[in-house]
């Protein structure tokens, strides 16, 4: 087991285009979670899943971001028509689910940057 | 909505001293989990300590300790004996208990530590 992996690693694209990240959870962990971390703050949650099923969604996760987990294993997180405030670190992370403390590891992120 | 604030955005130890790292959060719910993440530059982010609010016994991992106000709704972290490689931001988060159906982590806005040799 390697961890919970992202890719890209990092992407520069130029507003107006479309953009697409992958997450791969730890293997038997049925929970997986994206937030987004701009400069100097803590990662804001932006949408949650429980195998295939979106769970909850975040306020921040406006019309032009959305996210699929269609065989309940990895997760894309695509932005449409990106924004320059659109200009994070995308964190995913994931969790086993079934306990109360429910720990969640953390990926290493896609950093984004928007031209 | 739950906040959670952390009032020092940086903080400085001397190897092999102890420092305490600060965080406040707002909350109506009488049960949650409270945790400390640390997130080295450039690395990813990992839990470094857990603590139940209806556990009133202060959660201890090795040279990491908090200390549990829970009326005072204050959560702060204790590293004792700092090493370099304790150098990172560090980030207290609050999570709602199961059956509310919330997963989320709900972040403060983190504490540069440096530790200086």
């Known amino acids: 087991d390697t961890g919970v992996s992202q890719d890209p690693r990092h992407k520069i694209t130029k507003r107006g285009q479309n953009v697409t990240f992958r997450c791969d959870p730890i293997?038997?962990?049925?929970?997986l979670y994206w937030y987004r971390q701009t400069l100097g703050q803590g990662p804001e949650f932006l949408t949650y899943f429980q195998n295939e099923a979106q769970l909850e969604k975040s306020r921040l996760l406006s019309d032009r971001f959305s996210a699929e987990r269609p065989k309940g294993s990895f997760s894309t997180l695509e932005i449409q028509r990106t924004e320059q405030g659109d200009s994070a670190m995308y964190l995913c992370?994931?969790?086993?689910?079934?306990?109360?403390?429910?720990?969640?590891?953390f990926g290493p992120g896609t950093r984004l940057t928007v031209t | 909505a739950q906040t959670v604030t952390q009032s020092q955005p940086e903080m400085s130890v001397q190897e092999a001293e102890t420092v305490t790292l600060s965080c406040t959060y707002d909350t109506s719910e009488s049960d949650y989990y409270l945790f400390w993440y640390k997130q080295p530059p450039s690395r990813q982010m990992i839990l470094v300590i857990r603590q139940e609010a209806y556990k009133q016994q202060n959660a201890t991992e090795n040279r990491f300790s908090v200390n549990f106000q829970k009326a005072a709704k204050s959560f702060s972290l204790k590293i004792s004996d700092s090493q370099l490689g304790d150098a990172a931001m560090y980030f207290c988060a609050y999570r709602s208990p199961p059956e509310q159906g919330a997963q989320k982590l709900v972040f403060g806005q983190g504490t540069r530590l440096t530790i200086n040799p």
């Open positions: 293997s038997e962990h049925n929970r």
């Open positions: 992370a994931s969790s086993l689910g079934g306990t109360a403390g429910d720990e969640q590891y």
